[in-house]
């Protein structure tokens, strides 16, 4: 991303688990500022500067889909774990977990849930998606940093994977309808 352009914090040092603190942990150089969704100015000019990076980060090309293949850290070309975006995606295994999990919040019922998964699978194909890009993961205003009323960079690239280059932009307008007006 770096050479792309993208401001993003220079990773100096990570661990995909450390057993002492029984988590991962990066350490980063640091992109100096605060999260957008404080700022009191206009986000007009930082959002769309931030959206122009994140369309550069999302040019880049992955090999597979999903969360990246931490059994090769050192590879010089990140790969997803998945072969197709339906595989990654539409993991009912994992879709029957969440929708359970709503359910023992009393989000929705039983009848509710099936009908999802019901409707999931009749039509799961008809989503396309050929091709992975980097993907930022959980891209918002929280994530994207102002500093001297300039955009500075987005942080926090903890959520990164390899999906349909629109992942972002999706996330983005879900979480911040308010500035997508």
Same mark, same amino acid.
């Given at each position: 991303?770096?050479?792309?352009?993208?401001?993003? *914090?220079? /990773?100096?040092?990570?661990?995909?688990?450390?057993?002492?603190?029984?988590?991962?942990?990066? /350490?980063?150089?640091?992109?100096? !500022?605060? *999260?957008?969704?404080?700022?009191?100015?206009?986000?007009?000019?930082?959002?769309?500067?931030? !959206?122009?990076?994140?369309?550069?980060?999302?040019?880049?090309?992955? @090999?597979?889909?999903? %969360?990246?293949?931490?059994?090769? *850290?050192?590879?010089?070309?990140?790969?997803?774990? #998945?072969?197709?975006? %339906?595989?990654?995606?539409?993991?009912?295994?994992?879709?029957? %977990?969440?929708?359970? @999990?709503?359910?023992?919040?009393?989000?929705?019922?039983? #009848?509710?849930?099936?009908?999802?998964? #019901?409707?999931?699978?009749?039509?799961? @194909?008809?989503?396309?998606?050929?091709?992975?890009?980097?993907?930022?993961?959980?891209?918002?205003? !929280?994530?994207?940093?102002?500093?001297?009323?300039?955009?500075?960079?987005?942080?926090?690239?903890? @959520?990164?994977?390899?999906?349909?280059?629109?992942?972002?932009?999706?996330?983005?307008?879900?979480? %911040?309808?308010?500035?997508?007006?």
């Amino acid at each position: 991303m770096l050479k792309k352009g993208v401001r993003v *914090p220079k /990773i100096i040092t990570y661990e995909d688990f450390n057993k002492q603190i029984n988590r991962s942990y990066m /350490i980063t150089s640091e992109i100096k !500022g605060m *999260p957008a969704k404080d700022y009191k100015g206009n986000l007009k000019k930082i959002v769309y500067e931030a !959206g122009k990076q994140i369309a550069l980060a999302n040019t880049i090309l992955v @090999d597979g889909f999903g %969360n990246f293949d931490k059994s090769k *850290p050192n590879a010089s070309k990140r790969v997803g774990t #998945s072969k197709t975006y %339906n595989e990654y995606v539409f993991d009912m295994n994992r879709i029957e %977990n969440m929708l359970k @999990d709503l359910i023992s919040q009393n989000i929705i019922d039983k #009848s509710t849930a099936k009908n999802c998964l #019901s409707y999931i699978a009749k039509n799961k @194909d008809l989503i396309k998606c050929k091709r992975a890009y980097l993907a930022h993961g959980d891209f918002d205003l !929280g994530h994207v940093y102002v500093y001297q009323e300039k955009y500075s960079g987005i942080i926090d690239w903890g @959520d990164i994977r390899a999906i349909s280059l629109y992942r972002d932009l999706t996330h983005f307008y879900i979480n %911040n309808r308010v500035v997508a007006k």
